[in-house]
């Protein structure tokens, strides 16, 4: 009777095994796969204390800088979209504007951000610009950035100094971007 039983037994687990719900197995899902990573990078940081701006008799300096990382053609292929912090902070007693061209290998102006500083104490300005995004900027600009161009003009004079400690102006800016790695 006890084998009766587990005859009994086996042939349900049987019978549930067969009846069980289960898909068709696709070798193709392989071809869903998506892998796209998102690469975060520091991009530009320049710093200049109060004292080395009143020691200069320019009230407008302007900068090149050669940045080639967007151009690579791995990242250039890939890049999906993403977007570019800006920091920036004014501890001095000058009001400053700080304009930053994205530059194309020739040096043509891709793309313009503009920036209006207080003189100090003001809070630290932050602003993100998107790219390849709908509402962002044509993700293009970036593929074909090769460098970008500073210009920082003293909108105040060269000789008062900040109460505060350490006056400087920083130009803070990092990337935050999504690949498409397949």
Do not use: H, W
């Not at 080395?52 to 990242?75: H, L, M, P, R, W």
């Not at 020739?106 to 995004?133: C, H, K, M, S």
């Amino acid at each position: 009777m006890r084998k009766s039983r587990e005859l009994k037994g086996l042939m349900i687990l049987l019978l549930l095994l067969i009846a069980a719900c289960s898909e068709p197995t696709d070798f193709n899902q392989a071809d869903d796969l998506m892998l796209q990573p998102v690469v975060e990078a520091s991009i530009l940081y320049i710093e200049s204390p109060e004292e080395v701006i009143n020691q200069s008799s320019f009230t407008s300096f302007t900068y090149d800088f050669n940045f080639d990382a967007f151009g690579e053609e791995f990242v250039s292929e890939n890049i999906i979209d993403g977007m570019i912090a800006f920091e920036l902070e004014n501890t001095t007693s000058k009001p400053f504007t700080i304009t930053l061209e994205f530059l194309d290998e020739a040096g043509n102006t891709l793309f313009t951000q503009v920036f209006q500083l207080d003189a100090a104490p003001t809070a630290i300005l932050y602003r993100e610009v998107f790219f390849g995004t709908a509402s962002g900027q044509d993700i293009n600009i970036i593929r074909n950035t090769s460098g970008f161009r500073v210009t920082a003009s003293n909108e105040g004079d060269t000789s008062s100094v900040s109460s505060l400690p350490d006056p400087k102006i920083i130009f803070r800016s990092s990337a935050k971007f999504r690949l498409n790695l397949l």
